[in-house]
């Protein structure tokens, strides 16, 4: 069977991290046929659009997408349409990709990169589910307009739509408890039903799909909460799942945890199974050329897709014990590397995993 990857490096570290994430999926003896496309501000400079037509296409024809990263201050001023999040945003819409998980966990060689005593955060193992295509990121109608009532009659007014509709976060659901299945049988679903409509309907509908599963403890929490239980207590959640907005925030604040955020990976999914690997980290176009990125989350993001897109779960084990090998042998990339470590350079750290790859 020849998987099809489309491989959109994006920007800043973007292209040396999946450089060294192709390198080690061409060391799996697959038959993969891996097809790259410019996007983000690099298909904005040689094309004049973010999400360029062609590079939309081949995403749309590939069985998985392996995606590095894409931004650049240098962008900032651009329209909306034509900044480099409008590709990512495009292609979670297009291809429907309404399912993020972003796993978070500690490994234990990197017990001291958390900014939290080792106490609570040692064994860390969170699954963020967050729902990717809703939300008040895609809400209609958002704009700037003058305001026609209210005390602020007259002036300039931004606005944007919170909105979900129950079929939607149904299916956001049913993944979150069979993912908690899978798990400990924990789901907490973070909302903000205290004082918004959309997440009163959230709730109700979490708890209407949980007859569906008498084995899943299901709690709920206000993202405020959430977000103060996540540093207090982190090793009380297990799979969390929450909305789009919310996911954002919370996903970034789990992953920093565990210290680490260049290790962590991530999976967009669709209905029918098609996905985005990204590494959760981004583009940091300040380190960008100078082969210091830490090119781990986007190989463990490729193994993601070997295991959820790829149906080659030997293939994706065989990544993950490789980069638990070379933490094991005590090779760091400088954003994790403490004393008595050897730290490596972005091509140097792909050299270790294909070379543990193939021990
Ligand atoms: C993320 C990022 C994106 C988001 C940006 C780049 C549009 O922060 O994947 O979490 O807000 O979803
Ligand atoms: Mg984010």
Redo the contacts with the bound molecule.
Sequence with gaps: MTHRIAVLPGDGIGPEITEQAVRVLNELGLALVIEQAPVGGAAYDLSGHPLPPETLALAQNSSAILFGA??DWKYDKLPREHRP?QA??GLRKALGLFANLRPAILYPELANASSLKPEIVSGLDILILRE?TGDI?FGQPRGVRIATDGPYKGEQEGFDTMRYAVPEIKRIAHLGFQSAMKRSRKLCSVDKANVLETSQLWRDTVIEVSKEYPDVALSHMYVDNAAMQLVRAPREFDVIVTG?LFG?IL??EAAMLTGSIGMLPSASLNASGQGLYEPSH?SAPDIAGKGVANPLATILSAAMMLRYSLNEPVAADRIEDAVRQVLSQGFRTADINESGMTKLSTAEMGDAVVAALNK
């Design positions: 894409v931004g999040e990512i945003l990717l990121y789009n954002d996903s970034d981004g």
